[in-house]
């Protein structure tokens, strides 16, 4: 049984703290690991890091950080299927997803590539007679992420990068669920020329995310994970004087209307609901079946539900593994089980789902619920499994309604060929990530990732423009170089005290 350390101050860092969690594969159902729990010090070891590295590396150039970040590209791009194969170990999803999750943090990091661009100030000449104004931007100090188990590489990487080329150092917690990625990530910084410090990861549950809350060392927090936990991060961060950007949970609608094309939205539906099992902050959970849309929606998914193939995520024929826990199995079928006994029809049931030879793994079978109301708890929670909910609706109108009465807004869609009725979705509908015909509207690197309402907390977005806004602070100067005209009393003779 191999136990998974911390990463402090460029090296592999046991700390004192004896207590450990278990880390799973979820296919065989078999633990294969376990992390250490960092204690309150082994926490702040990482901080202290990251402090004592952040005066030298936030007067780093920018030219040599940017150098730094296209080695660790390069890097990160000849490791892609060891880092995919430790994720699909720990998570469970299959191993295609596991590398295009890669390859999107990869996105990130080339964009932070560009920080010399980036952090380009502005310049003011004579605004006032001999005065001129520019503003640039510096780095807060050390930053914190907290990442969840869906994305253990890519939304990590939605925040280093942009933060250490800012010229931050930064302190990693991510999910202890499936740890290694993010070890695997420092060696490759370490490589790639960063300097110990600047990079560290800390595992660990409560105690370590409340260390990093409450550490006055630590400038600003970033986190994803679920409404709930971000709601406490923000507020117990902010309390303490610190900048928070928490990405909370998500429910995300897919409106069908009557003109669409039923087999293209039934692919990218089945896609979105059921690809990487669900566990997606983006996924589509609810498809609302405008009008005469509904009845044929719902059978070109049940057949596109019934064709996915389930299994293990190292064997090359499957298209969606496992979910990542025991206990998120159980709570998905729970979820299932509720949705039936109060009115939904199920039309695909993925309960009792079993691949032969790994007969112990977290199994939830594609799932199609049918005539699914508001009031339901399958349509109220935040199922993160592969269940998608069909809600009918008469109208358009009625629809747009539906959506922004939810308490979340984190990212929907719209099936349509209708120009007009797209566009009055894009602009009626209060959520911050909006597909036109695209299920699962995830933002490019050059922009930025967040929602509305219950699914962000605080006012700055991830990676982009925002993320670089997020990890630094402007200061803008007003300078005037006076002309001093007078005598410089040199002379060629021998100098006296008279």
């Known amino acids: 049984m191999s136990t998974i350390t911390h990463w402090v101050a460029g090296q592999s860092f046991a700390g004192g703290s004896d207590r450990t969690a278990p880390v799973f594969n979820p296919a065989t159902g078999q633990q294969q690991a376990e992390v250490l729990l960092g204690s309150q010090a082994d926490v702040e070891a990482g901080i202290q890091a990251a402090w004592d590295a952040f005066p030298e590396w936030s007067q780093t150039s920018v030219s040599a950080r940017a150098k730094i970040l296209f080695a660790f590209r390069e890097l990160v791009n000849a490791n892609i299927d060891r880092l995919a194969e430790a994720i699909t170990d720990e998570h469970g999803k299959v191993l295609s997803d596991a590398k295009g999750e890669v390859l999107r943090g990869l996105e990130v990091v080339e964009f932070a590539c560009g920080i010399p661009s980036l952090l380009k100030g502005d310049y003011s000449d004579q605004v006032s007679t001999g005065v001129d104004s520019f503003s640039f931007r510096e780095p807060l100090g050390v930053v914190a992420g907290i990442t969840p188990f869906n994305f253990p590489a890519m939304v990590p990487m939605w925040m280093f990068p942009v933060a250490i080329a800012c010229g931050n150092t930064f302190v990693l917690k991510p999910s202890e669920r499936d740890p290694s990625a993010s070890l695997i990530l420092a060696e490759l910084w370490k490589q790639a020329g960063l300097p110990d410090g600047v990079f560290n990861v800390v595992h660990g549950d409560k105690v370590a995310v409340d260390t990093i809350l409450d550490s006055p060392r630590v400038s600003a927090v970033s986190f994803v994970g679920s409404t709930p936990i971000a709601k406490y991060i923000h507020e117990r961060g902010t309390a303490n004087g610190k900048r928070v950007q928490a990405l909370g949970g998500a429910k995300n609608h897919a409106i069908i209307l009557p003109d669409a094309e039923v087999d293209f939205a039934a692919d990218h539906l089945a896609a979105a609901a059921f690809g990487s099992a ?221």
């Open 278 to 498: 669900g566990e997606r902050c983006m996924a589509i959970s609810a498809a609302i079946a405008v009008g005469s849309a509904g009845d044929r929606i719902v059978e070109a998914v049940n057949e596109r539900a019934q064709a996915v193939k389930v299994g293990s995520g190292r064997d090359a024929g499957s298209e969606m593994g496992p979910v990542v826990t025991k206990q998120a199995q159980e709570r998905i079928l729970g979820l299932i089980d509720a949705g039936e006994s109060q009115g939904g029809k199920v039309t695909v049931d993925g309960r009792g789902y079993a691949v032969s030879g790994y007969e112990d793994g977290f199994w939830v079978g594609p799932t199609v619920i049918d005539q699914v109301t508001t009031e339901m708890d399958v349509y109220q929670q935040e199922i993160f499994g592969p269940v998608l909910s069909v809600v009918r609706s008469d109208s358009v109108d009625e629809a747009i309604a539906l959506i922004n009465s939810n308490p979340y807004g984190n990212g929907t869609a719209i099936f349509t060929n209708s120009g007009e009725a797209a566009r009055r979705f894009q602009r009626g509908v209060h959520v911050g990530m909006i597909g036109i015909n695209v299920p699962v509207p995830v933002p490019m690197a050059f922009y930025s990732f967040g929602g509305w309402k219950d699914s962000l907390f605080g006012d700055k977005h991830i990676h982009g423009p925002e993320g670089v806004s997020f990890y630094t602070r402007a200061k803008v100067v007003t300078a005037r170089w006076p002309h001093v005209s007078h005598d410089s009393e040199a002379s060629f003779h021998f100098p006296t005290a008279r």
